[in-house]
């Protein structure tokens, strides 16, 4: 029995599922969930001390590499002036004006402590800005898990949310419309229906949570379009996006302004902090200047703001985006190469920081439906092929990838010799 898989049974006993979020209990590809005793640069390390060039990052916040030497030096000298006010701090200006100068499209700026807090706080100042219940999501778009947000798709085009998760009362999921990522026609239909009762779009401008999905020429200004036609709030969901497809984010890099941007898990280099920010008009309609509650004992942390500064500083380096887009598609070409070189049918995406390969004879792959038809039992076999390799991959075929500046090339060549050692035994 490994020191991993020891640990995951008596983690059982008093932790629902082993694990304190679901995916990590590796569901998606079936074994045991490593258990990480740290993380340094590229790699992480599990409690067998193994070494694994990492993939995962945090699942997106680990843009600079695990535990940046800068980013730890600003955590421990924070620290030296007390944990926690509750009261405000400089630290949070420096961390709004930051944002501001980053992201043109945040005039205000809210900090939270998730990155689900920042989507359930926009989409509750959507709705009371424009007195309006429903809200349009997209099938396969994940905004953390607020009841509003966390309905599912059923199989087809306009469809009606119902509760994917038991909990959540029918009577709130049914303000939650769900059409199909990068298809305008769907979304153009269901605001035919409802011309004037839906508040906001919600979107992951680049789809992160179904593999890597980036939007189709056209897709998000269309989405401008139509908010603008029917007074919506569009709401981009920069949570995954924001800091890694470009330093403005995703409406940077497809130069698309949304009115509100959700961001997360980035923005604290790796502590826990989301924020959410946009036009004067609508941000000044929370309290305490408007009406709409919004409220966090932790919001604005001290240590996560030294953190999240020096994270933002640090990305804002000239060419850093560049070269975190030419890693992504090294490795996505990459992959590819040994995939057509051992005859496993496969394609790829990917947009600045991140990417996604699907195990699937589509030439693209551009919706929800296509990534849900990719083989996903050939993807459980590589993942674990890849781990044996030392390569530690999203446990999930729904999930992006995410490389780091401390990825080299060396890491990079390493894993796709992994991955043509891999595909030969698929
Ligand atoms: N939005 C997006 C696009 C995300 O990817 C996630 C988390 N993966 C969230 C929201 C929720 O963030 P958190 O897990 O910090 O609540």
Redesign the pocket.
């Known amino acids: 029995m490994t020191i991993s898989q020891d640990l995951f049974s008596r983690a059982q006993t008093s932790i629902p599922g082993g694990v304190n979020?679901p995916v990590r209990a590796f569901n998606g590809v079936g074994g045991t969930p490593l258990f990480i005793t740290k993380a340094e640069g590229p790699f992480t390390y599990d409690a067998d001390n193994n070494r694994y060039i990492d993939y995962v990052g945090s699942?997106?916040p680990m843009i600079l590499g695990h535990n940046h030497p800068e980013i730890k030096q600003a955590v421990l000298a924070a620290v030296e002036n007390g944990l926690s006010y509750g009261a405000p701090t400089e630290a949070e200006i420096l961390m709004a004006e930051k944002v501001k100068e980053l992201v043109p499209s945040i005039e205000k700026v809210r900090m939270v402590?998730?990155?689900?807090?920042?989507?359930m706080s926009a989409i509750r100042l959507a709705r009371g800005y424009t007195n309006r219940d429903k809200i349009l999501k997209f099938e396969g778009?994940?905004?953390?898990?607020a009841d509003s947000?966390l309905v599912k798709a059923g199989s087809g085009a306009l469809t009606m949310g119902v509760p994917s998760s038991p909990g959540i009362p029918e009577d709130f999921a049914k303000h939650t419309l769900t059409v199909s990522f990068n298809n305008l026609d769907e979304v153009k239909a269901i605001f035919a229906q409802y011309p004037d009762e839906i508040s906001c779009i919600i979107v992951?401008p680049v789809a992160?949570?179904m593999n890597c999905i980036p939007p189709e020429p056209g897709f998000l200004q269309g989405l401008r379009d139509v908010c603008d036609e029917h007074g919506a709030v569009l709401i981009f969901?920069?949570?995954?996006?924001g800091f890694r497809v470009a330093l403005g984010g995703a409406q940077a890099y497809y130069d698309i302004q949304p009115d509100l941007t959700?961001l997360?898990?980035v923005i604290g280099g790796g502590m826990?902090v989301?924020a959410f920010g946009g036009k004067h008009a609508i941000m000044d309609y929370i309290a305490p200047v408007g009406p709409v509650y919004q409220a966090g004992t932790l919001s604005g942390n001290p240590i996560a703001m030294a953190a999240g500064l020096k994270a933002l500083e640090l990305l804002s380096a000239e060419g850093l985006h560049d070269e975190l887009e030419a890693k992504s598609k090294a490795l996505c070409e990459g992959f590819q190469q040994a995939a057509d070189t051992a005859g496993i049918p496969l394609t790829t995406n990917f947009a600045g920081g991140m990417y996604g390969f699907f195990f699937t004879d589509a030439q693209s792959v551009t919706s929800y439906q296509q990534a849900t038809e990719c083989d996903l039992e050939r993807f459980k076999r590589f993942f674990h092929l890849m781990l044996e390799e030392g390569v530690y991959l999203a446990p999930s075929a729904f999930?992006a990838g995410f490389v780091s500046t401390m990825h080299s090339d060396e890491d990079i060549q390493n894993t796709i010799a992994a991955a043509q050692r891999a595909f030969a035994k698929l």
């Not at 402590?113 to 989507?119: C, N, V, Y």
């Not at 969901?237 to 996006?241: A, L």
Request: hydrophobic share 15%; glycine share 20%.
């Open positions: 979020s699942w997106g402590s998730s990155g689900t807090e920042a989507t778009c994940y905004h953390g898990h947000l992951e992160g949570n969901d920069e949570v995954m996006t959700c997360g898990k826990p989301g999930e």
